[in-house]
């Protein structure tokens, strides 16, 4: 609308969104959905408030918090909170936006939101992040609840920030519930939670492969990944276990690429994984003599046009990760599988590269998911840790990885179901599993929002 500022990323996230609605049959079908669209584009609530707090020296400082609550049909709100400097509405309505349709095709019982501050926990002593984090909840902890809001870990928010987060609504609220996910596995976290995002997304592509009647999965594939935080380190490692070759990661200063047939070890994803623990960038690696003959850097650079030859590409760093050109180049790459660890990991048009070549090449071709469905594995999980915090139980690793496999798994069917029911192909095109995840979980917001009244 005109009288709006422009949000170019909640822009792209609706219009990508609903250009799959439109052009699907789902409309044909159900014309009443264009009225719930409409309803489902605005949030039902947005909090922003201000979050002041001291630094060691004793300096006053000031930045911009926020919670984007949209929409509660299929239960409480449900998304991560992030801390950077980039964060602003505009970002937080696409994630929260996105968040709505994959926390829907989990299957359980969740809506969608998303938080954050402009806030940069890089170069902060632990001190000064746990000022910060008091502050910030006293801002929030009037807006959440267990019943009403849960809200995550997500970009600069892990564990430790977590840990903070809780014990200031604590102490605030004087109460104990399980008001955020990714806790502490000592006070009500789940197991398994911190790898749920990784390994879901690979548990997805297992299915996208065994479709194609590739039977030897993960085995002897290169796989490319983007990013080397949580989603992008226990994605990589699961790769490893299933017998895949990992061949490059990233991160805001640029990319490393295997030199080695063996691909990037699981040794070296460990060194890295404490290296992000220091907020220290992958450049660090060209200077130790135990990897730097295993890999090259490459500063200020993406992986997807410098890697010579991969089977699989998750771009699992952060939005608008893989444009259009760079699409290109993995499809040339021979790429066969591209899945979204990141939300909104590929431009519009990266996507409609891949869709172009799905239609095109028919079983060669690279196809693509999109991180609504493929990286839903983290807040599948966090819903597990709701259940067993509403319980007062903890399960077992073994007994929520096999319910994270199973909720994979259902995502897959979904998403291949529908896009067969919706979205015609030729005999020899896979199924366009953006539509399916796009009109799968739409369709089930929109049908419980009807049934609550939200719109007629």
């Not at 380190?233 to 690429?257: H, N, R, T, W, Y």
């Not at 493929?374 to 990885?401: F, H, I």
Request: hydrophobic letters at 40%; charged letters at 25%; one cysteine or more.
């Amino acid at each position: 609308m005109s009288n709006l500022p422009s949000e170019p990323e909640f822009e792209q996230a609706y219009k990508e969104l609903s250009s799959t609605l439109e052009n699907s049959s789902l409309f044909e079908k159900h014309p009443e959905y264009r009225r719930a669209l409409q309803v489902a584009a605005i949030p039902e609530r947005v909090i922003q408030f201000r979050v002041t707090w001291e630094n060691d020296k004793g300096e006053l400082q000031t930045n911009r918090g926020f919670r984007v609550q949209f929409n509660s049909a299929l239960g409480p709100y449900k998304g991560g909170i992030r801390f950077h400097p980039s964060v602003n509405l505009s970002i937080l309505k696409f994630l929260g936006f996105e968040q709505i349709f994959k926390n829907a095709l989990t299957g359980l019982s969740m809506g969608g939101g998303k938080g954050g501050a402009d806030f940069d926990p890089k170069g902060k002593t632990d001190n000064e992040i746990r000022k910060f984090c008091a502050s910030f909840m006293r801002g929030l902890s009037k807006h959440i609840g267990a019943d009403t809001d849960v809200p995550a870990g997500d970009i600069g928010v892990g564990g430790r920030e977590i840990g903070y987060l809780f014990g200031a609504y604590r102490a605030q609220r004087n109460r104990w519930e399980g008001i955020l996910t990714g806790k502490g596995a000592n006070w009500g976290g789940s197991l398994i939670r911190p790898e749920a995002t990784g390994y879901g997304l690979v548990y997805y592509v297992e299915h996208m492969i065994k479709h194609t009647g590739d039977n030897a999965g993960f085995k002897g594939k290169r796989v490319a990944i983007s990013g080397s935080g949580n989603v992008a380190q226990f994605a990589a490692l699961k790769v490893i276990e299933l017998g895949g070759i990992v061949v490059s990661l990233s991160d805001s200063k640029g990319a490393i690429i295997a030199n080695s047939p063996e691909g990037i070890d699981a040794n070296l994803i460990k060194t890295i994984a404490a290296l992000k623990l220091k907020h220290q960038a992958l450049n660090v690696l060209t200077s130790d003599s135990d990897h730097k003959d295993k890999i090259k850097f490459i500063e200020g650079a993406r992986p997807w046009v410098h890697v010579e030859k991969a089977d699989i590409a998750l771009p699992s760093a952060t939005q608008n990760e893989v444009s259009g050109e760079e699409a290109q180049a993995l499809i040339k790459t021979g790429v066969r599988f591209v899945a979204e660890g990141s939300n909104m990991g590929c431009t519009q048009e990266a996507i409609d590269c891949f869709e172009a070549d799905r239609k095109k090449s028919g079983s060669t071709c690279a196809w693509y998911a999109p991180g609504k469905a493929a990286n839903a594995g983290g807040v599948a999980v966090s819903g597990l840790e709701m259940a067993q915090n509403s319980q007062r139980l903890k399960w077992t690793s073994e007994e929520v990885d096999t319910k994270l496999k199973g909720i994979m798994e259902a995502a897959f069917k979904n998403c291949l179901d529908t896009a067969n029911e919706y979205v015609p192909h030729a005999e020899k095109e896979y199924p366009s599993l953006v539509a399916g995840a796009n009109i799968a979980g739409f369709s089930k917001v929109a049908a419980a929002m009807h049934d609550q009244g939200d719109w007629w």
